[in-house]
């Protein structure tokens, strides 16, 4: 399992191509080597030296041992040269093939609105360092200075390629990957290092992951991948195609995930003007949003603003990792909740059956949830009058509501 999620971390990063460039010969990005290597650095609390203390091993279960170090080097394109050619060569397609399915105009409106969440970035960072300072962090002089790398990088990606389509037709996907993506990864880690413990640094975990070639027959093998603290964990069979090795669940599953990749470009092309109009309502909720995030004076009305972005930041990864959940049909309107501590997976749970029984049809009740950061953030529909919602929260203390982003904030809250 954990070799398949490393592999898919590739398909991710190249579905959302997206967010990559190349770096132009004017641009103002002066970030020496060392300095890279500085930020590798402090997101694994380790030197993030490529170089390994021993040498891999020999077939599939080098190529697990290549690919962790990979990933916990924000080194990208190495997992990307690790796919077979033929793999190499649909990624490559899908990329030059999106600036074709997609309307221009909703291009432009994306662009737009990156551009402004850069600016939150930027213009609202006191309140962000205040959000991520917390006991056992890093000083806020680190987190800030941590912080300003990521809004470089993600400055550089929004006025690089991102604003020429036709330049995607001719991505070298693999560049990208070595300098764009690896670089905002990299600084996304260390960030992620500096706000959390060192003990709740999850790629300090990936050095104690145990990799061991149980068999090789011809093209296919067998490697047990033993995360820390686990035992008895089932060998991962692996296949080579074209020379390399990959799990045999990706090899299996990689036609289809290409197949329904080309659909859904396809769809994007061929999406009737409701649905074009639809998206575009969806960016303009994100604009009015990031609004509402440049007008916020402290750490509690940014947390309110950002809560719809969060949760649909957690819709589009859902259909990732798990089976999409059948949305409602209909323009059904929602609201999303944001509670001031971190709820309980228990805790979670029966909150979000009182919520279902509250909206306006329980039975196309529709809802997202997610707790981390010493937040809870839920979104939930179908509800219609957001007053009268609030108004039947009366396990919190004084809940604020703000209309125009349809978000309720709640404090002091007692789960039923």
């Not at 398909?11 to 103002?28: E, M, N, T, Y």
């Not at 080098?62 to 077979?84: H, K």
């Not at 909703?106 to 991520?132: C, G, M, N, S």
Request: a negative charge.
């Amino acid at each position: 399992m954990l070799a398949n999620r490393l592999w898919l971390c590739l398909f991710i990063a190249s579905a959302v191509l997206a967010g990559c460039q190349r770096q132009p010969a004017s641009s103002p990005e002066t970030t020496t080597g060392a300095e890279d290597g500085a930020t590798r650095a402090r997101a694994t609390g380790h030197a993030m030296d490529p170089s390994r203390t021993r040498p891999l091993q020999p077939g599939a279960a080098g190529t697990v041992e290549m690919v962790i170090d990979a990933f916990r080097n924000a080194r990208l394109e190495l997992i990307y040269d690790a796919l077979p050619a033929s793999y190499q060569q649909d990624v490559t397609q899908l990329v030059h093939d999106l600036p074709d399915q997609v309307d221009p105009e909703l291009w432009d409106a994306a662009l737009q609105v990156l551009r402004k969440a850069v600016h939150v970035l930027e213009e609202k960072r006191d309140i962000f360092i205040a959000l991520l300072t917390r006991p056992g962090s890093a000083s806020p002089a680190e987190i800030t200075t941590a912080w300003g790398e990521v809004a470089i990088a993600c400055d550089l990606v929004v006025r690089g390629i991102l604003a020429d389509p036709e330049a995607w037709k001719t991505l070298d996907v693999r560049e990208a990957l070595r300098k764009d993506i690896s670089r905002v990864l990299r600084r996304v880690m260390a960030l992620s290092a500096l706000a959390n413990p060192v003990d709740k640094n999850p790629l300090l975990e990936l050095d104690l992951v145990e990799v061991d070639l149980v068999e090789t027959a011809g093209t296919t093998a067998r490697v047990r991948i033993t995360p820390r603290g686990a035992s008895g964990v089932e060998p991962t069979k692996f296949v080579q195609i074209d020379g390399k090795w990959i799990p045999q669940s990706l090899a299996e599953t990689w036609p289809e995930m290409m197949q329904t990749a080309r659909d859904t470009l396809r769809q994007w092309r061929s999406v009737s003007d409701a649905e074009r109009q639809s998206r575009r309502e969806k960016l303009q909720v994100i604009d009015r949003v990031l609004d509402q995030m440049l007008m916020a004076r402290n750490v509690d009305q940014m947390a309110a603003a950002a809560t719809p972005i969060v949760l649909q930041v957690t819709q589009w990864s859902a259909p990732i990792t798990t089976p999409p959940a059948k949305l409602p049909e209909g323009p059904l309107e929602g609201v999303s909740i944001l509670i001031q501590r971190e709820l309980t997976d228990e805790e979670l749970t029966r909150l979000l059956r009182v919520l279902e029984s509250m909206t306006d049809d329980p039975e196309q009740e529709y809802h997202l949830a997610t707790a981390n950061g010493g937040k809870t953030f839920i979104s939930i529909k179908p509800v219609a009058d957001l007053t009268a919602f609030a108004a039947k929260l009366t396990f919190a203390d004084e809940p604020t509501v703000d209309a125009t982003a349809r978000t309720i904030t709640l404090r002091n809250i007692r789960v039923p």
